[in-house]
Nanobody, 122 residues
């Protein structure tokens, strides 16, 4: 059974960068599309980015386009989210999720990690 573990979160100042990692075990990651979602207290999960199995396609939330880059290394069973020029509104708990397709809604993703906190504050 596929298991996902996120890492790389932390506290940064506006304008700084962070790279989140999603490590998979229990199954080969190259079978799955991987999405990154974020959630703030009291809110739902918002899709941030998604990458297809072969990395042929990547999708981004409009507010992160040009600042975030998603990538994957199937040989290492990892997907990364490189976040640049971070803003306070990027604050939240970030989750990676896996399924066979980059669904537009989080409910369609079958496997989830436990999340990693990102806080952008001066």
């Amino acid at each position: 059974q596929l298991q996902l573990v996120e890492s790389g979160g932390g506290l940064v100042q506006p304008g700084e960068s962070l790279t989140l990692s999603c490590a998979a075990s229990g199954a080969a990651l190259d079978f799955y599309a991987i999405g990154w979602f974020r959630q703030v207290p009291g809110g739902g999960r918002e899709g941030v980015s998604c990458i297809t199995q072969s990395a042929g396609d990547a999708y981004y939330l409009d507010s992160v386009k040009g600042r975030f880059v998603i990538s994957r290394d199937n040989a290492k069973n990892t997907v990364s989210l490189h976040m640049n020029s971070l803003k306070p509104q990027d604050t939240g708990t970030y989750y990676c999720a896996a399924d066979t397709y980059c669904w537009p809604t989080p409910e369609r993703f079958e496997s989830w990690g436990q999340g990693t906190q990102v806080t952008v504050s001066s």
